[in-house]
């Protein structure tokens, strides 16, 4: 068996063109297909799903002949059109019930009659496997050539708990109940590619006595039989990889690092890649958490290096600022460049640029500005705004996954202080993974109705009970929006303070600068929310009035280039 097994492929190429082998391949390919009608020529992805094999075999360093064997005009014209010479099929091998054994057999000896010449070794490539790669091709080829097998098969390994019959009985195929990952290999066929000598071809077997298979992996495993097998493969062949940038830690905070995993979250059409710096020791944490694959780099010049290993077709940056170098560096590397909350001269380049934080319009064409771009969790999405209270028996604060001016730590003096009016209310501090508990002194004060919860896995468990908050400016003020939590909103710095969406308009009592307001000001404005029913139920219904839900979508749409 051979496993991707790897060995020098110089080495092997040039053992290869010493012995002068011919290889060819054979795509057999009939026109009465039934399932999917004219399947062989329809366009998957644009392109007729016969030319992915046909490109596959021509491009490919170790075979120097490809036939396509039809009883179909209109597919030898396409398969002539794609660079393949054709064999014509018998009638008598091209109905339902004929196997493929006697179908290879004629076309290798009416190729061999053309060609003048015997070949070495057959591969019989299967139109329907449009997302077999060049590469795993060549290494089946490599494979084949160095450890003399006489027949190679593609495989994809499946160990799965199989049952099986035995007269009337259903009986186990298997040893032991053990994990998938612990059972034995189990390996299906894929029909991708059958490599073979040509002295071992019959019409009624390519099988030798010296068999091994080829690993391929699940993707390029779809062997199209079905019309589910033709959607699953051509969203597969429509997926982008896709990197994104951010960083996260106590200075910058956590938000960058969170909208990329939650956008990541709802791309699992795509492959995903999410790089970091080695100083955002708070955001690894929180990656490392979410079991999303992400890369650490020590500088800006490691990201060439992870460019040439990713082959990325999308990068976003999810950062502050970026500069015009910067963007058109990439855009010299990668087709589409993507910002995310970026005010930098860099998004002059950008392909497209997405503030959602940032209300006002803006000048150029490729920029997305407002709430309507908003990504919220998954939680969000699924969790339905609490009936409004007028009574205040719940409130939650919040503020980010690292609270920089310590925001947390001035409403906590506020309750303790004995000047809110807390009777019969409890108060939930929400506090990240950035953000020290011990160390900046909080802890539950059960008789003053104060309950702490570091890094929750739902916020939007306390959220919903909740019928008043105090939170940050940051993404915050969307998820407590969707909620429609009425808010008390204290920005962490100037730029945060610039997040128009936090206003009276929309919901939100906002205070400004949290180091600038007073432990007074905090006390007198929950005193106040906390007997004004009516202003609650105001904010209640302005926030409910903003429609967030559908924003993830569009920004998808915005990153993949599809809007």
């Known amino acids: 068996m051979n496993n991707n097994v790897q060995f020098g492929v110089y080495e092997t190429f040039e053992i290869y063109k010493e012995s002068g082998m011919r290889i060819i391949a054979v795509i057999p390919a009939r026109g009465g297909s039934k399932g999917i009608p004219r399947k062989n020529l329809r366009l998957i992805n644009g392109q007729p799903l016969i030319s992915y094999a046909i490109r596959n075999a021509l491009e490919s360093r170790y075979i120097t002949s490809v036939f396509v064997s039809t009883d179909s005009d209109e597919i030898a014209y396409e398969a002539e059109q794609c660079g393949a010479e054709v064999v014509r099929r018998d009638e008598s091998i091209s109905n339902d019930v004929t196997t493929l054994d006697p179908v290879i057999y004629d076309a290798v000896l009416k190729a061999e009659a053309a060609k003048r010449c015997t070949f070495d070794a057959v591969v019989t490539m299967q139109p329907t496997?449009?997302?077999?790669?060049?590469?795993?091709?060549?290494?089946?080829?490599?494979?084949?050539?160095?450890?003399?097998?006489?027949?190679?098969?593609?495989?994809?390994?499946?160990?799965?708990?199989?049952w099986g019959c035995q007269g009337k009985a259903i009986v186990p195929l298997y040893e032991q109940r053990k994990n998938?990952?612990?059972?034995?290999?189990?390996?299906?066929?894929?029909?991708?590619?059958?490599?073979?000598?040509?002295?071992?071809?019959?019409?009624?077997?390519?099988?030798?006595?010296?068999?091994?298979?080829?690993?391929?992996?699940?993707?390029?495993?779809?062997?199209?039989?079905?019309?589910?097998?033709?959607?699953?493969?051509?969203?597969?062949?429509?997926?982008?990889?896709?990197?994104?940038?951010?960083?996260?830690?106590?200075?910058?905070?956590?938000?960058?690092?969170?909208?990329?995993?939650?956008?990541?979250?709802?791309?699992?059409?795509?492959?995903?890649?999410?790089?970091?710096?080695?100083?955002?020791?708070?955001?690894?944490?929180?990656?490392?958490?979410?079991?999303?694959?992400?890369?650490?780099?020590?500088?800006?010049?490691?990201?060439?290096q992870v460019i040439r290993e990713f082959s990325p077709d999308i990068w976003v940056n999810d950062c502050l600022n970026t500069t015009k170098p910067y963007i058109r560096s990439l855009k010299k590397k990668i087709c589409r460049v993507v910002s995310i909350e970026d005010l930098g001269s860099g998004t002059t380049y950008a392909d497209a640029v997405v503030n959602a934080l940032y209300e006002e319009e803006h000048p150029l064409d490729h920029v997305y500005s407002g709430h309507r771009y908003v990504c919220l969790r998954d939680e969000f999405l699924l969790e339905r705004?609490?009936?409004?209270?007028?009574?205040?028996?719940?409130?939650?604060?919040?503020?980010?996954?690292?609270?920089?001016?310590?925001?947390?730590?001035?409403?906590?003096?506020?309750?303790?202080?004995?000047?809110?009016?807390?009777?019969?209310?409890?108060?939930?501090?929400?506090?990240?993974?950035?953000?020290?508990?011990?160390?900046?002194?909080?802890?539950?004060h059960p008789e003053r109705g104060i309950f702490i919860y570091p890094n929750v896995a739902r916020v939007t468990k306390y959220m919903k009970e909740a019928d008043l908050a105090l939170i940050g400016q940051g993404r915050t003020i969307f998820e407590v929006a969707s909620m429609g939590v009425p808010s008390v909103v204290l920005a962490q710095n100037e730029r945060e303070a610039t997040h128009g969406f936090a206003s009276m308009e929309h919901g939100f009592l906002n205070l400004g600068l949290g180091k600038a307001v007073s432990q007074e000001v905090i006390e007198n404005t929950l005193n106040w929310l906390i007997h004004t029913p009516e202003v609650r139920r105001s904010m209640h219904q302005l926030m409910l009035k903003s429609k967030l839900r559908s924003g993830i979508q569009r920004v998808k749409n915005l990153i993949v280039g599809d809007e």
Not at 405 to 411: I, K
Not at 422 to 444: E, K, M, Q
Request: charged share 25%; aromatic share 8%; with cysteine.
């Open 385 to 444: 705004p609490k009936a409004f209270s007028p009574e205040v028996k719940n409130v939650f604060i919040m503020f980010g996954g690292t609270d920089p001016s310590n925001l947390n730590r001035l409403v906590y003096n506020s309750l303790l202080s004995g000047n809110v009016d807390s009777r019969g209310i409890r108060f939930n501090f929400i506090t990240g993974i950035g953000y020290d508990v011990s160390a900046n002194g909080l802890c539950d």
């Open 180 to 304: 998938r990952q612990l059972l034995p290999p189990h390996y299906l066929e894929t029909g991708a590619f059958l490599i073979c000598k040509r002295s071992i071809i019959t019409p009624v077997s390519r099988i030798g006595e010296n068999v091994s298979v080829y690993e391929v992996d699940e993707d390029e495993s779809i062997d199209i039989d079905t019309k589910n097998d033709w959607v699953v493969s051509e969203a597969l062949m429509q997926r982008k990889k896709i990197i994104f940038r951010a960083d996260g830690n106590k200075k910058l905070g956590l938000g960058h690092i969170y909208n990329c995993i939650t956008l990541a979250y709802r791309m699992t059409e795509h492959d995903i890649l999410i790089v970091t710096h080695e100083d955002s020791h708070e955001g690894i944490a929180k990656l490392k958490e979410s079991n999303l694959p992400y890369r650490v780099i020590k500088t800006e010049a490691d990201i060439d």
């Open 129 to 162: 496997s449009p997302l077999l790669r060049l590469q795993t091709l060549d290494g089946a080829i490599e494979s084949f050539l160095k450890d003399g097998s006489d027949t190679v098969i593609s495989v994809v390994n499946k160990p799965h708990l199989a």
